[in-house]
């Protein structure tokens, strides 16, 4: 199949969104797939965009949109001239704003069918675009102006944004979730105007081969580092901002730290509030038990996982937890908080643990898994056994299974496709005779 794989964040730009399209594009063309992918391009991030067969890069409008993304320029000829030229038989899109417009206009005019995957609870992130940061502070200010502010950021978060996704993804062919428990969620948020042509399907993020296979000695050398090589260890991997939750796990690392007081705990990712959770620390107390490691490359956080005695997770946002799966195949027993996009990927008391947002029953149940080294043990066998899987190879087959659908069922919708089908027929019984 030709397959135009469409996105408004592409690498270098580290994010989930990203690590999913790169691993299924890389598994669909091992397959024998063409897979050209449609991102922007990034300035300010500079070197790791060399030039790459099947990429094709557009524009921007604004480098430094909200956040650390980029404000993408659908308007970019590149686009139109690539389609042109291209004879695609599925367009998959990875978002419904501007490159998502984007791929419906393309869609309609070259008669492509249009796959989306909803990648994000995009309400639990609107608070970073400007004016809508703006409406939500109106909480801080006890006036009536205060007061409308907040109404309007709740109106937008509730009401607009599932009213814009709701008339975008009328517009698709099929609409993919990456878990069933998001498909059902999805369809309680959606379902009141999801009344369209679209088909909704399940497609998890895929693992690659390097996921499954830390190199020992770089295991040893992290857990040397950080923990001296005897003391627990922790690792929890996410974009350091509000919607994560962090927070909520510093907490419990203060609880924590009353019953180990040597453990350490590596913060892998960046984000706006890392100044802010560093700060925390200071106040709570355990800036010597959190390490802050920033944003690291893809192929070091195998051994980061695999290093620790568990992995913690405190967001309730999730539509898939990826670095979940990253660290149940490294062999690393999770813990982390009952949520959607979560619990269909850890099973408790088999690879981990799943927690209400309390912090004494979270730290509870962190205790539990370090304190009971054979029960760790059995823990460890069961997350690699869920995590095989989500082989990226099993991933690209199931979503070929789904292009497959769509482009027939597309198919049937097209002028005369009743008539073919009843000539096929007709002649189909005319050769059995």
Same mark, same amino acid.
């Given at each position: 199949? =030709? ?7 592409? +690498?270098?730009?580290? #994010? ?17 797939? +063409? ?33 650390? %993304? ?5 308007? &970019? ?6 389609? @042109? ?6 367009? !998959?899109? !990875? ?7 984007? @791929?419906?206009?393309?869609?309609? =005019? ?41 109404? /309007? ?13 709701? /008339?975008?993804?009328?517009?698709? !062919? ?9 498909? *059902? ?50 690792? %929890? ?6 919607? =994560? ?24 990712? &960046? ?49 898939? #937890? ?8 490294? =062999? ?6 009952? @949520? ?11 690879? /981990? ?9 979270? %730290? ?11 029960? *760790? ?18 991933? @690209? ?6 292009? %497959? ?20 027929? *007709? ?7």
């Amino acid at each position: 199949m =030709k397959i135009a794989m469409m996105t408004n964040n592409y +690498k270098p730009y580290i #994010g989930g969104v990203p690590i999913s399209i790169e691993r299924l594009t890389k598994a669909l063309r091992e397959q024998g797939h +063409k897979v050209v992918v449609f991102a922007p391009k990034y300035k300010y991030l500079g070197s790791g965009q060399e030039q790459e067969e099947d990429v094709v890069r557009y524009n921007t409008l604004s480098q430094h949109f909200y956040s650390d %993304t980029v404000l993408p320029n659908p308007l &970019d000829p590149v686009l139109e001239e690539t389609f @042109a030229r291209e004879n695609f038989d599925v367009i !998959h899109v !990875h978002h419904p704003v501007l490159i998502g417009k984007v @791929a419906v206009r393309l869609s309609q =005019k070259y008669n492509i069918p249009l796959v989306y995957t909803y990648h994000t609870q995009y309400e639990q992130y609107l608070d970073y675009a400007g004016p809508i940061h703006w409406l939500s502070r109106g909480a801080e200010k006890n006036n009536l102006l205060g007061r409308i502010r907040c109404q /309007g950021s709740r109106a937008i978060k509730q009401e607009l944004a599932p009213w814009y996704l709701s /008339g975008f993804m009328r517009r698709c !062919h099929t609409v993919i979730a990456p878990t069933e428990g998001m498909k *059902r969620t999805f369809n309680l948020q959606y379902g009141y105007t999801y009344n369209c042509q679209a088909d909704v399907r399940v497609l998890p993020t895929g693992l690659n081969q390097e996921s499954y296979q830390a190199a020992p000695a770089a295991v040893r050398e992290i857990r040397q580092r950080h923990g001296g090589g005897e003391m627990p260890l922790l690792v %929890t991997v996410s974009r350091l901002g509000h919607e =994560k939750n962090v927070p909520f796990l510093l907490r419990c690392m203060v609880r924590l730290k009353q019953y180990l007081p040597d453990f350490r705990m590596m913060v892998i990712g &960046d984000g706006p509030q890392r100044e802010e959770y560093m700060d925390l620390c200071d106040q709570l107390d355990i800036r010597q038990q959190i390490c802050f490691l920033g944003s690291l490359p893809n192929q070091e956080i195998a051994a980061h996982m695999a290093a620790a005695d568990c992995f913690v997770f405190a967001s309730k946002t999730e539509t898939q #937890g990826i670095v979940i799966l990253e660290a149940m195949a490294a =062999k690393t027993p999770v813990v982390a908080l009952r @949520a959607s996009g979560v619990e269909d990927l850890v099973e408790d008391g088999v690879s /981990g643990y799943l927690c209400p947002e309390e912090e004494e029953a979270f %730290t509870e149940q962190l205790l539990r898994v370090l304190q009971n080294e054979p029960l *760790r043990e059995q823990l460890r066998i069961g997350a690699f056994a869920a995590a095989l899987q989500y082989r990226e190879d099993a991933v @690209a087959e199931m979503a070929v299974r789904i292009y %497959t659908d769509t482009c027939r069922q597309y198919a049937m919708t097209q002028p005369g496709a009743q008539t073919r089908i009843f000539k096929d027929l *007709r002649e189909r019984l005319r050769m059995l005779g």
